[in-house]
């Protein structure tokens, strides 16, 4: 490829040889830089850059470019293996996969001396340092690393279902998918007077090479039949501590209330916060007014006030390594598992009504169209007016006002949902990513049970909440850009150019168009999901627009937010449960000279991509022990509905057959490919959809259908149902797409893809037995997108 440029512009091919050479960050700066190029030249080089990422050929984040999946310089890596010459190959811990795309590989140099907490194995997670290796790919590792902190060992200890033998002794069944069928035996004297049923925690003693392993009994966390042995489950398998180190605890306790010592006094500032009504922590309170300066009519000023955690929490103390460490409070059902003690979280930085609390505020000037004008931050002492749910608020705007909200309405309530109003138009014009994907709520019974699934209704005032939390943490991320203070940056970047192809090619079967003129915005998604709303297809295509994007995460470079149409972000609004947001407060503190709790002078952009980094992985742990918990109690509740018919909507298309999510519950399980007919059936990947290779029958993504739940595994989150409605007829003279590759239905001596007996215990190219029984899905797993 060359394209034709004056003659004292550089060739497409030296442009991108440079690109794929330089170390680190790379942008027209460097690249003029390079070549000599003048201002009169940016131009064209910024068009051949756009020119070279729509092809693939480089990689463009905001402004920087990169040769195609290179790595971020630091990453957290998990070490799988040793090469030939015995040296240790790790792979990214997150990595997102497009088609036929493995993770790179990386050599880890492990020096002659090691620092302390870098000696590293095989099956441990650690932060590395990376860099490409100078000649190219060899022997299939393009990287070369260094360990720079041994996050997790490898797992000697499993977690399962004890069940006792009749001569005392026991059997352990692991409750991770990966171990199914790995049964370990514990003797007599190492149960620990476990029960049958129990959920245990075992070492591994030892290993042999013919039978069952061994292990040992260490820890009781309760029986299954209670909803909290079920969360446990999740807290252990991925290894959320729980405990707060004795010196943390001695650190929350001895903190004392914040005062007026530098501070400014805003007591007499009727904030209020709104929260859910089971709400333990609140951190955030809002007030607005409309401004009184004659330069800004119908203006507004709207204040955010935050909890002053950095004032407890000093950087390198017990309280700041245990908060790291969990980097995010998760989310149970029945429990919290916090980021800080319950003195901090639920006391001291709790704004309470009628409380004197410290916080950090940012005061916003908003202009009549909605857009910020202005903001300052201040360190301050405020007192909470009210304590508000967000169904009250809104309740109380609606004309139904109790006794509370009663008198705030005039005074606090209309002026803050006036604020709302402006902002929301700035909001609409900016246009971000619109998805509609209702969330459902698990409501437990008095014993820890599940009582039902809702899905709350979202509320203006849900809506208030959050583009003034919004609103702020810009303000925050331009504040310290305009300082140029390292920072955390909430960042998302657009959908890769696969995926876009992949969405496009997916449109052309429902006849919706997909023009991408330019640069890739949410505007863009956004027409098609406008085309789509209330008809039948709306629930298929939000899905599948989700399924385009990336997913977002914590960085200190900054490429934008690409779902919220922003150029730069941060979290700044919720520092007692996410260690971002309590950078990025130190961060204004030593910005603005606030005072005590400042961020280091030793903290760089350096060190904080790898605390980004690492907080961006307990983000995700989170996630999936959030989500597997859900998983798994509504596995329990359907466990005697065996039988039973729902109805429910294809969430998922793969080659393994079709997962469906209950409407009612949300439950997600899977119906196996074997099992949907008596013949084979072709796997459309464009259509996401599995197509009948004789009648034409199409299962396609979106579709609502019966299913008969055949079996739930509470342990294991998992279901599996049987489906009860036919396909969709055949469109006369449509062929299936050359591309689709063949599965069979049900057929109890077919293997997957070609007839045929299966001898019991033959082995696959996989390496895998194929089993007349169906195997079961954990609902909600991730599915290949």
């Known amino acids: 490829m060359t394209r034709q440029r004056d003659s004292g512009f550089p060739s497409t091919e030296a442009i991108v040889a440079f690109v794929r050479a330089y170390p680190g960050k790379i942008g027209t700066r460097e690249i003029a830089r390079e070549f000599g190029l003048k201002n009169a030249d940016r131009v064209a080089l910024k068009q051949l850059l756009r020119e070279l990422a729509d092809e693939g050929i480089i990689k463009k984040r905001g402004k920087d470019v990169s040769e195609p999946e290179s790595l971020p310089a630091t990453l957290l890596a998990d070490i799988t293996k040793r ?41 441990d997670r650690a932060l590395v340092r990376v860099e490409k290796l100078e000649d190219g790919v060899r022997d299939g590792v393009a990287y070369r690393g260094r360990i720079l902190k041994v996050i997790d060992h490898g797992k000697t200890r499993v977690l399962g279902i004890f ?72 807290i252990h398998a ?14 929350a306790e001895e903190a004392q209330p914040a005062n007026l010592k530098g501070r400014e006094d805003w007591r007499d500032v009727p904030l209020v916060t709104i929260d859910p009504p089971d709400a333990k922590d609140h951190d955030d309170a809002v007030h607005a007014e409309p401004d009184p300066d004659p330069n800004n009519k ?62 950090l505020a940012v005061r916003m000037v908003i202009a009549a169209d909605g857009r910020k004008r202005s903001h300052s931050f201040h360190r301050i002492l405020m007192r909470s007016a009210a304590k508000l749910s967000y169904a009250q608020a809104q309740a109380a705007i609606d004309g139904h006002p109790d006794d509370t909200t009663g008198p705030l ?3 606090i309530l209309k002026p803050l949902y006036a604020a709302y109003a402006a902002v929301k138009r700035a909001r609409d014009e900016r246009d971000p990513l619109d998805l509609d994907l209702p969330e459902r709520k698990i409501l437990l019974k008095a014993d820890g049970t599940v009582d039902r699934v809702v899905v709350p209704e979202r509320l203006d005032a849900h809506k208030l909440i959050e583009e003034f939390m919004i609103l702020a943490n810009v303000a925050a991320a331009e504040m310290l850009e305009k300082k140029s ?91 007692i449960r996410r260690y971002a947001d309590l950078i990025v407060h130190r961060a204004l503190i030593r910005a603005l000279g606030l005072g005590e709790g400042a961020l280091p002078d030793t903290e760089t952009a350096e060190s904080l991509s790898e605390v980004a980094a690492q907080i961006s992985v307990t983000e995700r742990r989170a996630m999936k022990a959030e989500r597997e918990t859900a998983d798994r109690l509504i596995a329990h509740f359907l466990a005697d509905r065996i039988g039973a018919t729902f109805q429910g909507r ?93 599965y069979p239905g049900r057929s109890p001596h077919e293997k997957r893809g070609r007839p045929g007996k299966a001898k019991a215990g033959k082995k696959s190219k996989r390496g895998k037995s194929w089993k007349r029984r169906a195997p079961l899905r954990r609902s909600g797993a991730k599915r290949p997108r």
């Open 163 to 234: 069940r006792r033998n009749a001569d005392g002794s026991g059997r352990l069944i692991p409750v991770d998918k990966k171990q199914a069928g790995r049964e370990l035996n514990i003797a007599k004297t190492d149960t620990l007077s476990a029960e049958d049923g129990d959920l245990v925690s075992v070492d591994l003693i030892r290993s042999r090479g013919f039978g069952l392993n061994s292990g040992k009994v260490k820890e009781r966390l309760g029986s299954l039949a209670t909803e909290k042995a079920i969360s446990l489950i999740a």
């Open 83 to 123: 090469d030939s010459d015995g040296e240790l190959i790790a792979v990214p811990a997150e990595w997102d996969e497009v088609e036929n795309s493995e993770p790179p590989k990386i050599r880890i140099h492990i020096p002659r001396r090691t620092q302390p907490g870098t000696a590293a194995g095989v099956g």
């Open 650 to 742: 294809i969430s998922g298309v793969t080659r393994a057959g079709l997962f469906v999510k209950l409407a009612d519950t949300g439950a997600d399980g899977l119906i196996p490919v074997r099992t949907l007919g008596e013949e084979y059936f072709n796997y459309d990947e464009t259509r996401h959809a599995l197509i009948g290779s004789r009648s034409g029958a199409m299962h396609r993504l979106g579709d609502v259908v019966d299913v008969r739940l055949v079996e739930a595994a509470p342990v294991a989150g998992a279901l599996r149902f049987e489906l009860i409605s036919e396909g969709h007829t055949p469109v006369r003279g449509r062929r299936t797409p050359s591309k689709a590759k063949a």
């Open 485 to 575: 203070l390292p920072l955390i940056y909430r960042v998302h970047d657009e959908p890769t150019l696969e995926k876009v192809h992949a969405l496009q090619e997916f449109l052309k079967t429902l006849d919706l168009p997909f023009a991408k003129a330019g640069a890739l915005r949410p505007t863009v998604f956004n027409r098609v999901l406008a085309q789509v709303k209330g008809h039948d297809a709306e629930p298929l295509v939000n899905e599948v627009v989700l399924r385009s994007q990336a997913q977002a995460e914590y960085s200190a470079e900054n490429y934008g937010h690409f779902g919220l149409n922003l150029r730069r972000y941060a979290h700044f609004t919720s520092p």
């Open 409 to 411: 309405l005039a005074p």
């Open 238 to 251: 991925h290894d959320i501590p729980q405990a707060f180190s004795r010196d943390a605890l001695r650190e």
């Open 298 to 359: 119908s203006g507004f000023i709207v204040n955010v006030a935050i909890a002053d955690v950095a004032f407890y929490v000093r950087p390198g103390l017990a309280l700041d390594r245990d908060a790291l460490m969990r980097g995010n409070s998760v989310y149970f059902p029945d429990r919290v598992v916090p980021m800080l003690p319950e003195r901090i979280s639920n006391d001291l930085c709790s704004l309470v009504p009628g409380e004197p609390r410290g916080a």
